[in-house]
């Protein structure tokens, strides 16, 4: 949903601000930060549950690779720990992983309007772990 249809949707509360906010703070994120084909943008997005993230060619406007906390190769590689920075950290060196058997080592941080904290980080400390260069 755009900016501008936020803006005429009523407030109910205070989830709804919040939403907003992030919104906002990543279209203005989105404004400097741009992937192309040699580095592409690594998009974060989080769930109360879960992780997601891709890498975007946005000169092409494709998403080149895809994980998702909730795919059975990272469900796989946890043992017994369920927390949930944990299964972060460990979905973005899955991340890392198949973005160099594409052949891309360099990717732009698209933190998608979070704070660089907690979930998101440990995802970028993964991907770093796993030979990505941020």
Known sequence: MSI???????????????????????????????????????????????????????????????????????QSKIEDDRRKAVQSRIAGELMAERAKARGIERVVFDRGGYLYHGRVQAFAEGAREGGLKI
């Open 4 to 74: 501008s249809k936020l803006k005429r949707k009523r407030v109910r509360g205070k989830a709804d601000r919040r939403v907003r906010a992030r919104q906002r703070r990543h279209s203005h994120i989105l404004k400097r930060v741009r992937g192309t084909a040699e580095r592409p943008r690594l998009v974060v997005r989080r769930t109360l549950r879960h992780v997601e993230a891709q890498l975007i060619d946005d000169d092409l406007g494709i998403c080149i690779i895809g994980v998702s906390t909730r795919s059975k190769e990272v």
